[in-house]
T-cell receptor
Framework: GAVVSQHPSRVICKSGTSVKIECRSL??????MFWYRQFPKQSLMLMAT?????????EQGVEKDKFLINHASLTLSTLTVTSAHPEDSSFYIC???????????FGDGTRLSIL | GDSVTQMEGPVTLSEEAFLTINCTYT??????LFWYVQYPGEGLQLLLK?????DKGSNKGFEATYRKETTSFHLEKGSVQVSDSAVYFC????????????FGKGTRLSVIA
């Protein structure tokens, strides 16, 4: 089946650091990727929708200058949390889908902890 | 906007017990409905889906029927196993795969031997 690789799986870093998370589709062309955020014991909340070669569409309340998304190729999207602070600590998870009515395939997520 | 409500957990069952996890939704159109499962330390995996009213999705002994009249998509399994212990998410999508999913809060299931 389709595989989405997300890296790193866990990051612990100091406040003020910028952190980049990669999401790769390994065996299909991902025309659309989604970035979600999951707080403890909460649901996944959509942060942004990313289409290859165009700017990401951010959900209301998500700071685009804080969460930089790049989808430069059909197999890779990156989320950079700039100048991260403790309140940015969360579980970030990406999903990818191809053309048409293809199902979304999820990465294993990245647990980000900002000290 | 669209929303998904699923029963609060955690749910603890003995092996071979019957499982029901309730899920109801609110949507403006005719969404596709999904159940995803998240095993400890892993990402989400699609468990089953249904794309129109009265469709039944099934996989690994789990079933859910798309009930338009009650706007529900309850997950059931006749006999759970320890290996079914995970968090289960109900979700909907309005226009198919390349639109974002709206998730419920998730229900943690623990099955004890």
């Amino acid at each position: 089946g389709a595989v989405v690789s997300q890296h790193p799986s866990r990051v612990i870093c100091k406040s003020g650091t910028s952190v980049k998370i990669e999401c790769r589709s390994l065996d299909f062309q991902a025309t659309t990727m989604f970035w979600y955020r999951q707080f403890p014991k909460q649901s996944l909340m959509l942060m942004a929708t990313s289409n290859e070669g165009s700017k990401a569409t951010y959900e209301q309340g998500v700071e685009k200058d804080k969460f930089l998304i790049n989808h430069a190729s059909l197999t890779l999207s990156t989320l950079t949390v700039t100048s991260a602070h403790p309140e940015d600590s969360s579980f970030y998870i990406c999903s990818a889908t191809g053309d048409g009515d293809q199902p979304q395939h999820f990465g294993d997520g990245t647990r980000l902890s900002i000290l | 906007g669209d929303s998904v409500t699923q029963m609060e957990g955690p749910v603890t069952l003995s092996e071979e017990a019957f499982l029901t996890i309730n899920c109801t939704y609110t949507a403006t159109g005719y969404p596709s409905l999904f159940w995803y499962v998240q095993y400890p330390g892993e990402g989400l995996q699609l468990l089953l889906k249904a794309t129109k009213a009265d469709d039944k999705g099934s996989n690994k002994g789990f079933e859910a029927t798309y009930r338009k009249e009650t706007t529900s998509f309850h997950l059931e399994k006749g006999s759970v196993q320890v290996s079914d212990s995970a968090v289960y998410f109900c979700a909907l999508s309005d226009f198919g795969g390349n639109t974002p999913l709206v998730f419920g809060k998730g229900t943690r299931l623990s099955v004890i031997a």
